[in-house]
């Protein structure tokens, strides 16, 4: 009886880790990616999506200020370079 006890415990707790190590919250995650240019004057921050972060393809991801996500290429293009180049100097200027 004892053994049967111990063993589904064990049993219980091997699943209970399992759980835990896929109930991590999904990554919003750009699927692909437009090079449609984007007005300056909307776009309040950004960030670069990777695949070292569980994203299937990287990406310039800007955050308008209507909080809308917006997927560019990685910094492949002149005008991203501007947008990004604009925020860092915006975030410097003490307002």
Known sequence: MQTTTVTLLIIAAVFWCNTEAFSDAAVDCCLT??????PIQIVASYFHQTT?????????VFITKKDKKLCAPPEKN?????????????KKTPQ
């Open 78 to 90: 002149a005008w991203i370079s501007k947008i990004i180049t604009h925020l860092e100097k915006k």
């Open 33 to 38: 990616t437009k090079d449609t240019r984007i």
């Open 52 to 60: 070292d972060s569980g994203c299937p393809i990287p990406a310039t």
